[in-house]
């Protein structure tokens, strides 16, 4: 097990105790993607296709850029996960250590983590997980998740291998925690621990049939006390606790042209948190995530980037000014 850097950011966060150094601590989610543009999805049968602007592998998933999402906006952020001795762990490694994000890893036999991303010039994605890096029995130290647990006021929990069994240390520890169950159909079994012992739920809507009931269905099995599903270009919804009635959050205007999609619901997450952190009311900490949803979905999926805090605070201003003066 190691750690690259140090503690980064811009001193301490908003509302935190002199005795937790890290705000937010993300716990799995680190890997490696290659990005495919493809002419179309699905993709059309042919013996081969040329690929314009080409074909990349970059580090980057969805813990990475939750984590790169929190650390712009000057949260300071921790990512633990397990890392192999390969290629794509070395840029793993590189990403952290050139964003100024701490890492702690712990060592994965069955390699990094790593993606095939389709992307169509629409920038709808399909991706390909590689499901031989990791195993049943992986585990994080809890000794590990323990002492990190100790240092920080948040937990970010992936859904991924093995950051389930991590869930009742974090509990133990007094943390409260967030998940993101991405395209959960309501169902599966793998993703009710998540689904049932966060205090924040993200998921997408894309698998759900009536995302209404699935957003009761959270808040009244679990302990969430803020469920948020995702929906494209349909905006988003949250409910605040079992009983209350789902609430719309419309897109945000992007502030160029939509190039993918990639990373859209990581950044959402990231804003979204920055916001919940701060004690803002969740109204506007959807707003805080439509609007860096939006940015993402500006960048090229071969680029790792996220909106800053100047930027995101200047976007949210000006949506408040231009509807107090509708």
């Not at 680190?30 to 543009?37: H, L, M, N, P, S």
């Not at 070395?90 to 250590?97: E, G, I, K, N, P």
């Not at 049932?196 to 009931?213: C, K, M, Q, R």
């Not at 990373?263 to 920055?274: N, Q, R, T, V």
């Amino acid at each position: 097990m190691s750690d690259h850097g140090s503690d980064f950011g811009n001193g301490p966060g908003p509302g935190t105790g002199t005795d937790r150094d890290i705000d937010v601590l993300v716990l799995g989610g680190a890997g490696v993607d290659t990005i495919v543009y493809v002419p179309e999805l699905p993709v059309p049968f042919a013996d081969s296709h040329m690929i314009r602007p080409g074909i990349r592998t970059r580090a980057g998933q969805s813990g990475d850029f939750v984590a790169l999402g929190l650390h712009r906006l000057g949260l300071r952020t921790h990512h633990l996960d397990m890392v192999g001795a390969d290629p794509e762990g070395d840029l793993v490694r590189a990403f952290h250590r050139d964003q100024g994000i701490p890492l702690t890893e712990v060592p994965q036999p069955a390699g990094t983590k790593r993606a095939v991303n389709l992307v169509d010039p629409e920038g709808r994605r399909l991706s390909l997980y590689d499901a031989t890096r990791g195993h049943d029995d992986d585990r994080l130290p809890p000794a590990t998740v323990k002492a990190l647990a100790a240092r920080s006021r948040h937990a970010h929990v992936s859904l991924t291998q093995p950051c389930a069994h991590a869930l009742p240390l974090l509990r133990d520890a007094g943390l409260t925690v967030s998940t993101d169950l991405h395209n959960w159909d309501g169902r599966d079994a793998y993703h009710q621990p998540f689904a049932y012992e966060a205090d924040l739920v993200f998921l997408s809507a894309t698998a759900l049939d009536d995302p209404g009931a699935t957003l009761r269905d959270i808040a009244a099995r679990g302990r969430a006390r803020v469920v948020v599903v995702t929906d494209g270009a349909d905006g988003a919804w949250y409910l605040t606790g079992s009983g209350a009635e789902p609430v719309h959050v419309p897109t945000a205007v992007p502030p160029a042209p939509v190039v993918d999609s990639n990373g859209a619901g990581d950044a959402f997450a990231a804003a979204f948190l920055y916001a919940w952190l701060a004690g803002e009311p969740v109204d506007r900490c959807a707003r805080y995530g439509a609007v860096a949803g939006a940015y993402a979905c500006t960048v090229p999926a071969t680029r790792a980037d996220a909106i800053g805090r100047a930027a995101l605070l200047a976007a949210v201003g000006d949506e408040a000014a231009a509807e107090a003066g509708a």
